[in-house]
Every structure is written in structure tokens, then in C-alpha cells.
């Protein structure tokens, strides 16, 4: 890209990105110089969240191609919450990255999304140059929702297919479906090596009462990556949403760009 082009103020544009089975995934996304960011959105949230408008602002200052959407059942896309589980999420991120990007990208995963993030980095390992977690929930369906669940609620989850439950903050109750426990299992990344060796920050919160803090240590063991490092925020709670926490989001969301950026580019094929 030329001089005269990186000079241009980054364009947005919000739109629809139509899936193969009918329904659809709402998206807003900036022009803008590689490597692009996409930001993944946690469970029950979207991407209007205030990370996700400040890691947006980021991107237009730096003139960074972005990209943000709302997952299947969340925000304006298509489709029921209670029909979603994390295949479904993380088949859409795949289609996110094919259709609405170009070139290499860093993910911005938080909570579920940091769970989404490895995903489908492992479905697309050569566009992956960098992966950013906030407070990244791997395993959650298991390990923070049936595992936690006492007998009534799992004999109600088998035997009506749901089960409410409170939500984050005293928020809720929402529904916790049989399909998302049963599918979050064939998705399971912290019991053996995850297969990624790009650059990989990991920001936690110790004040997190929904993800413990430990599990991003926990994931930091499992990447087979040299080149994960872990930021633990005394009093950072789950929403990281904090101007402390936001300021540590963004400078560490530009030393990874600027890191990938020094990496001289592959030569043609």
C-alpha cells in the first residue's frame, strides 16, 4: 500500500453476512492496513460492548483494517440464543475471517470469545498472526456450568433440555441447554496441546468471579506457542471494562501489532 492510501481515513461499513442455512450474521467493519483485528464478543453480550468500541476507535486512529459481530442468538444477528452452542460460534468466526478479512489478523477474544478465538485460529493457523484474550474462557460449558451444576439441575437439563440459571452480576436468569453442554464438550481445549504458535497475550482479572484467574495460566501451559505472556490485573473483575483496564487492553493490543508488523512478510509463492 502506498503513502497516499495509508493517508486516507479508514471507511466503515456495517452489514450483513448471510450464512448458508438462512440465517444471518450482523458486522461492522473498518478499511485499513493489515494485520486487521476482529474482536469476539463474550456469552450473552455483543459487539457493542465498551472493549469492543474501544479496540474499534484504536483501529480507526491507527488506521487498522477491524472488524466486529454479533454471534449467532446475540446482539442483531439471526437467530434464538437458546439454538447457539460454541461449534455454531466458532464455525461463524471461521466465516467472519473468510468472507470479511484479508490477509493476516490478530483476534481479540473476550470471555467465550477468547474460547472462539483458539478455535478458529485452529482452523485457520496461516491467518492468524496474533491472538489477545480477555479473561478467556475456555472449557466454560463444562467447567463453570455443569461441573458446577448440582443434581436437581443436571435431572432438569436432561430432562427438559434446559436449565436456567443467574446470570454474570446478578443478571438473568437465562437458559443453559443440553445441546450447548453436550457440544461445548467436543470442543474442549485444556486437556492436552493446543496446537498454536503465533504470539498470544493473555489479560486476567484476579477480582473475576465467573473465570478464574487461574485458568489463564492454566492456558498458557497448553499452547505449544514459546511466545505467550499472561497479564494478571489485581483488581481486574470479568468485564475488564475498567479506564485502567481498557488503557492495559490497548497498549498491549499495540505492542502485539507493532511486534507482528516488524516480521518481514513470507515471500510469494
Not at 442468538?73 to 470479511?100: K, M, N, P, Y
Not at 470469545?113 to 466454560?140: H, N, V, Y
Request: glycine share 10%.
Amino acid at each position: 500500500m502506498n503513502e497516499r492510501a495509508e493517508a486516507r481515513p479508514p471507511t466503515k461499513t456495517a452489514g450483513i453476512l448471510p450464512r448458508g442455512d438462512g440465517t444471518t450474521i450482523a458486522y461492522n467493519r473498518l478499511a485499513g492496513k493489515n494485520p486487521g483485528v476482529v474482536f469476539l464478543h463474550g456469552f450473552m453480550s455483543d459487539m457493542t460492548g465498551g472493549k469492543a468500541m474501544a479496540v474499534e476507535a484504536f483501529c480507526r486512529r491507527r488506521g487498522q483494517a477491524f472488524v466486529r459481530f454479533d454471534a449467532f442468538g446475540h446482539g442483531v444477528s439471526a437467530g434464538r440464543f437458546e439454538e447457539g452452542c460454541i461449534g455454531r460460534w466458532a464455525a461463524d468466526t471461521v466465516a467472519v475471517l473468510d468472507a470479511l478479512t484479508e490477509g493476516p489478523q490478530l483476534l481479540v477474544g473476550s470471555s467465550m470469545g477468547g474460547w472462539l478465538m483458539l478455535l478458529a485460529a485452529l482452523q485457520r493457523r496461516e491467518r492468524i498472526a496474533g491472538l489477545l484474550g480477555l479473561a478467556a474462557a475456555p472449557d466454560f460449558t463444562e467447567e463453570l456450568l455443569f461441573e458446577a451444576f448440582d443434581a436437581e439441575q443436571r435431572r432438569t437439563l436432561l430432562a427438559e433440555g434446559e436449565v436456567m440459571v443467574a446470570g454474570y452480576d446478578g443478571e438473568g436468569p437465562y437458559p443453559i441447554t443440553r445441546r450447548l453442554i453436550e457440544d461445548g464438550r467436543q470442543h474442549l481445549l485444556l486437556q492436552g496441546p493446543i496446537n498454536l504458535s503465533c504470539p498470544v497475550h493473555l489479560i486476567h482479572g484476579q477480582q473475576d468471579a465467573s473465570v478464574p484467574w487461574q485458568t489463564a495460566l492454566r492456558l498458557q501451559e497448553h499452547l505449544i506457542s514459546d511466545d505467550v505472556e499472561v497479564t494478571l490485573a489485581k483488581s481486574g473483575d470479568h468485564r475488564l471494562s475498567e479506564p485502567a483496564d481498557i488503557e492495559r487492553m490497548l497498549g498491549i493490543l499495540e505492542s502485539l501489532l507493532q511486534r507482528i508488523e516488524r516480521v518481514p512478510a513470507p515471500p510469494p509463492p
